[in-house]
């Protein structure tokens, strides 16, 4: 029989499995090319485990989610905890995506002024 409030290693699967998967769309969409090259560049992991990864043939570990939370920040963060992501961590992802549209924008400005 089981513990009241533990839960059943089905769950526990089924959460591991929703979080490597939203893990995995995150990177897929930053890095739609050489996700595992970019990844490794961005959080010093090896090419080869973050590829694992994304064939989910392994999910990554904390230590892994703590240095991606460091480098990708409340969007990252915000994508993994999907709707149980609280308000104010889906508005900083929201104001953190709008800074690098507004930058995105901006560059692409400034190259079209040399263009003329």
């Known amino acids: 029989m089981r513990k009241s409030g533990v839960p059943s290693q089905t769950v526990v699967c089924s959460v591991r499995n929703d979080l490597a998967e939203r893990v995995n769309e995150f990177l897929r969409r930053r890095y739609p090319v050489k996700t595992g090259e970019n990844v490794r560049s961005d959080i010093g992991i090896n090419a080869t485990t973050v590829q694992k990864w994304l064939d989910r043939s392994s999910a990554p570990s904390s230590w892994a989610l703590v240095k991606m939370i460091s480098a990708y920040g409340p969007e990252f963060l915000a994508a993994v905890m999907g709707d149980t992501a609280p308000a104010w961590l889906r508005q900083s992802a ?17 190259e079209l002024q040399g263009m003329s």
């Open 94 to 110: 929201h104001v953190e995506r709008r800074a690098q549209i507004e930058a995105q924008m901006a560059a692409l400005s400034q």
